[in-house]
């Protein structure tokens, strides 16, 4: 039986987060959940990740995997909550170890570990994992961050922001770790795949007249994504990259879901009047 999925669109960051599992064991595994976050206030709610668990309980589900893509700058993760509702091991890609090591840096954190210790499993390129009677295949596909990675299970591959939409293109290389080369060699890799590979998305930035569409087959991607259709060159897609994202501004939420995120999802420790608070660099980052 073909691998169950299930997506959920949020909105407010334009991300998808998904539900996958074996139709035959019932073994899951949940990729880049969202935890909601109100910036102006410092306030997070569970009400995205209260869906996902809703829906893990109304088909009975066993979860086995909390997997991310990367650690996210547009979205803070709800690895942790979910964790502690439904189960399952936090895993992201060995490549992590290098984002905290830059952002422990950049926002002076003194007490945090740089050795992915937060996560519960590293993944390297070409490590597999069980979802029940099924084998999901690791990737790693840096260029838009040192840690991305891509799962592949049965016909569905997860590539988070490495590929968008194909009337949207691909993703912006200039946070620290990024590289133009790496990214059109990662997403080469990732076109070596049968056509009939379903790519799923996990953001998408539609255009007015059409609605968010998580999905897409490789042979789609192939022929028609504006920033690498075949046929494109690595210099030429280094240069569109790195001309393009000279003009982007950086995600709103970056600052708090970086800190978060390179920690799985985990909180800074309260303080002594029992809060916990976020750092922010002044003058650091951006243009």
Known sequence: MKLGV????????????????????????????????DPKAGRTRTVSADGIVTFVQEQNLAIDWILETHAHADHLTSAQYLKGKLGGSVAIGVGITRVQETFKDILNLKDLATDGRQFDRLFKDRDRFQLGSLTGHVIATPGHTSDSLTFLIEDAAFVGDTLFAPDYGTARVDFPGGDAEKLYRSIHRIFELPDQTRIFLCHDYPPEGRGPECVHTLAEQRARNIHIHDGIQ?????????????????PRLIIPAIQ????????????????????????????
């Open 234 to 250: 690595q210099k030429d897609f280094v240069e569109m990259r790195h001309s393009r994202d000279a003009k982007l501004s950086l």
């Open 260 to 287: 978060i995120n390179i920690c799985a999802g985990q909180f800074p420790p309260p303080e002594d009047n029992g809060i916990a608070y976020l750092k922010v660099p002044l003058n650091r980052l951006g243009k």
């Open 6 to 37: 299930q997506e959920f669109f949020h909105a407010d960051t334009n991300t998808f987060s998904y539900v996958v599992w074996d139709p035959q064991t019932l073994k899951g595994a949940i990729i880049d959940p969202v935890l909601d976050y």
